[in-house]
């Protein structure tokens, strides 16, 4: 790998970072988020930033990246205290000396072609039009995004995506560099493809970089610092990395960390000792868009069937259908061709074709857990949400609450009862999705992508719940990018085949 | 990657030309032929674009396809027109409130000429407009503030996620027991939960965007420059040609009449 001055225009240096008593609070909450947050991080150095889900990880790299509230320290989206520097200033007043990368791939493409969107940091900076070329051009090699300048941002895919929103930010040549876990929405191809590109990165620029992950085993390499933030929002550990992995290995653990040779073990249950079919697909071809087939599924249809105290993955790589055979499976979307057929057992009297049953029928039949949890939610607060299915089916209210208490402990989300859904964590929102389809009872329990990108706790919180309906005699189908899912739970295997190109 | 994956139509004659002009142009007509409602102008302005239109760099089916909603509408105002329009002249068919007669006839066809004449060139020259470019040429050439400009861009990027949003969100109620409403019930939950979903998907731009720099006191700089040149000139003193042999035409003709008859 290159490393030091490969650059046609020169570098930034790197930049350090210091805290002193730092803490933030976010609008209307009486807690702090961070609180008494002392760091000194060194020009050069590149620390994993780890700790649990709503520990305040987010709200630090949003801080230093200096988009945390106005500059004269308090404003609707908080309060700060004590003191956060970024290579001696203030981090809001130095936009730019701080380069960006969040989570969600498809929330930081911001123009419709690939040049423009690294171009626009530049533009923002004021860099001179000959110079801000040749920086995204450096840019896109570097991440090793080779694609015509004006290839459309929407064509790419999630791990491209990162790639270019990295891109975007190296082109601004920041002294340091924050990623707030960037592979925890791409497929683990690309996973490595980020990684690889912040390594080349980091090793071209020397820049200082943040790094929130939970998957450690994937960073270990790259960092020489671990900092832990603790569940109540001050520093709980600092220090070489694999030393902290060593004195903290299981407090971080058991803070959902996915600390390498900790991993959780699932216990398997026994299931239900007979398996009879509970539906059935025949001769399927698919189709996401009413009357537009897949083309896989349309040359080579499918046959498959899903019986009770069983659990089948969809695997296959992305555009293969998984998530629309999900659907299809789930009664949300009507075969192109064939049958989805449920048996007797399932179908209680009301119509054998999942997609003409009605939508309170579904409810005890076929529950379906989306990818996105926010696009499930139709209520504002988490108890109403887990209550909204044994609601719709009429049942006793003593009944609901019974139902709904014990959801709230199993997924421990007890104490954000009367919270509102979408100010939720990402893994508090995973759960919940999963425990408000649970909640009316489904003889077939659907979920897409059910383990993607969620903590070491949540992904053992979802994989135990999805293991006691299953041994329970319900029938589950998965679609999963998440090998170790499929392998903890016993799973059949449906691998759907990649688009020809 | 193949010229097919830019998504950009080709750039090549009058679709490269800056979109500031390819308004100003499709002003220029529309505001003039909007003074008077008369055959002469119209048909005039219409013939002479009827010429100009396979030059606008639009494949036969795209246009065609583009162009279809004026090929209805413009019927339709028609007889609009023709059925209810001022009556004058021979009558030619009267029920309750219909009059057809030689004024609202002569007045159906001018305002069919019309409204061809005005949409026709405006939407060819749409067509080939890009959104990225137009903003370059709002924010550059006329200086609307960049914010502003970059920020309806931005947006506009988002409504094709709205579509997959829209999708998701019908399917989810359904899967939660929720989609056994009435019809215009469940319309409008979901209309509420597209607008909540968005606003967080704006929200979370709008953090990607201040992250990179925008809304910084820097003077921002473009990477692309919007070019206001000799073509541009060109397109819009050819749009101003059209209008002024239409109504020239029309006025020596004594056809012309500022705001109908």
């Given at each position: 790998m290159n490393s030091g001055s490969g650059w046609r225009t020169p570098a930034a240096p790197a930049v350090g970072v210091r805290a002193h008593g730092w803490g933030w609070r976010h609008a209307g909450?009486?807690?702090?988020?961070?609180?008494d947050i002392d760091l000194a991080l060194e020009p050069g150095e590149r620390v994993l930033l780890l700790g649990p889900s709503g520990s305040g990880k987010s709200t630090m790299l949003a801080a230093l990246a200096g988009?945390?509230?106005?500059?004269?320290?308090?404003?609707d989206e908080g309060d700060s205290a004590g003191i956060l520097t970024v290579d001696g200033h203030d981090p809001r007043s130095a936009r730019g000396a701080a380069g960006l990368v969040l989570q969600d791939p498809d929330s930081?493409?911001?123009?419709?072609?690939v040049g423009d969107d690294v171009a626009f940091g530049c533009e923002n900076l004021g860099v001179p039009r000959d110079e801000l070329w040749i920086r995204v051009r450096e840019a896109l090699e570097l991440v090793g995004?080779?694609?015509?300048?004006?290839?459309?941002?929407?064509?790419?895919s999630g791990g491209q995506k990162q790639r270019l929103a990295l891109a975007g930010a190296l082109a601004m040549r920041p002294g340091l560099l924050l990623l707030d876990?960037?592979?925890?929405?791409?497929d683990p191809s690309g996973v490595l493809e980020v990684r690889d590109a912040v390594a080349a990165v980091l090793a071209r620029t020397g820049a200082t970089a943040v790094i929130v992950e939970h998957r450690v085993e994937s960073w270990l390499d790259l960092a020489d610092r671990i900092v832990v933030l603790g569940a109540d929002g001050t520093l709980m550990a600092d220090g070489e990395p694999r030393a902290v992995l060593a004195q903290r290995g299981a407090a971080l653990a058991a803070a959902g960390v996915w600390v390498p040779g900790r991993e959780s073990r699932i216990a398997r249950r026994r299931g239900p000792a007979e398996h009879p079919a509970l539906l059935r697909a025949e001769r399927l071809s698919l189709a996401r868009v009413a009357g537009r087939p897949l083309p896989v599924t349309a040359h080579s249809p499918l046959d498959t069937t899903v019986s009770a105290g069983e659990v089948l993955a969809l695997t296959g790589?992305?555009?293969?259908?998984k998530t629309t055979l999900a659907l299809t499976l789930g009664g949300l979307l009507a075969p192109f061709a064939g049958e989805v057929r449920a048996e007797p057992l399932l179908a209680a009297g009301a119509d054998p074709r999942p997609i003409r049953m009605r939508s309170r029928e579904l409810l005890t039949r076929i529950g379906t857990v989306f990818q996105t949890p926010e696009h499930q939610f139709l209520t504002s607060t988490v108890r109403d949400e887990l209550a909204l299915g044994p609601r719709t089916l009429h049942l006793a209210p003593a009944a609901i609450d019974e139902r709904v208490d014990e959801l709230l402990a199993r997924l421990g989300l007890h104490s954000l009862?009367?919270?509102?859904?979408?100010?939720?964590s990402g893994g508090q929102k995973r759960r919940l999705s999963v425990g408000a389809v649970l909640a009316t009872r489904p003889g077939v329990l659907v979920l897409d992508e059910?383990?993607?990108?969620?903590d070491a706790l949540t992904w053992a919180a979802v994989v135990e719940l999805i293991e006691e309906l299953r041994s329970g005699g319900a029938a589950v189908v998965a679609a999963t990018h998440d090998p170790r899912f499929a392998a903890a739970i016993g799973a059949h295997e449906l691998a759907m085949a990649g688009v020809a190109a | 990657m193949t010229a097919a994956a830019t998504a950009l139509p080709s750039r090549s004659g009058v679709a490269a030309i800056n979109p500031v002009a390819k308004i100003a142009a499709a002003l220029v007509i529309a505001l003039t032929l909007a003074f008077s409602v008369d055959t002469v102008s119209a048909g005039l302005a219409l013939a002479l674009e009827a010429v100009l239109l396979?030059?606008?760099?639009?494949r036969w089916g795209a246009f065609w396809h583009r162009t279809a909603p004026v090929w209805f509408a413009a019927p339709l105002a028609g007889i609009a027109v023709l059925l209810y329009g001022r009556p004058s002249g021979r009558l030619y068919l009267d029920w309750w409130f219909v009059e057809v007669t030689d004024g609202s006839l002569h007045l159906a066809i001018a305002t069919m000429l019309r409204v061809l004449a005005i949409a026709l060139p405006a939407v060819a020259l749409f067509a080939t407009v890009d959104a990225t470019e137009l903003a370059d040429g709002l924010a550059?050439?006329?200086?609307?503030?960049s914010r502003f400009v970059l920020g309806a861009l931005a947006a506009f990027r988002l409504l094709g996620l709205m579509r997959e949003d829209w999708r998701a969100l019908a399917m989810a109620r359904r899967a939660r027991g929720?989609?056994?409403?009435?019809r215009l019930q469940r319309f409008g939950g979901l209309v509420f939960a597209l607008f909540v979903l968005s606003i967080r998907r704006g929200s979370a731009l709008a953090t990607a965007m201040e992250a990179r720099g925008?809304?910084?006191?820097t003077p921002r700089s473009w990477a692309r420059r919007s070019r206001f040149g000799m073509r541009e000139v060109l397109l819009i003193l050819v749009a101003a040609l059209i209008a002024a042999a239409a109504v020239t035409t029309a006025v020596v003709t004594g056809q012309w009449v500022i705001g109908g008859r």
């Open positions: 909450r009486r807690d702090w988020a961070l609180h988009v945390l509230g106005d500059d004269d320290g308090s404003s930081q493409v911001i123009m419709s072609r995004l080779e694609l015509p300048l004006d290839h459309p941002t929407e064509a790419l876990e960037p592979t925890a929405n791409v790589p992305n555009g293969s259908g009862a009367g919270a509102n859904p979408f100010t939720l059910p383990t993607f990108g969620q | 396979p030059f606008a760099g639009l550059q050439i006329v200086r609307l503030p929720a989609a056994d409403r009435g925008f809304g910084g006191s």
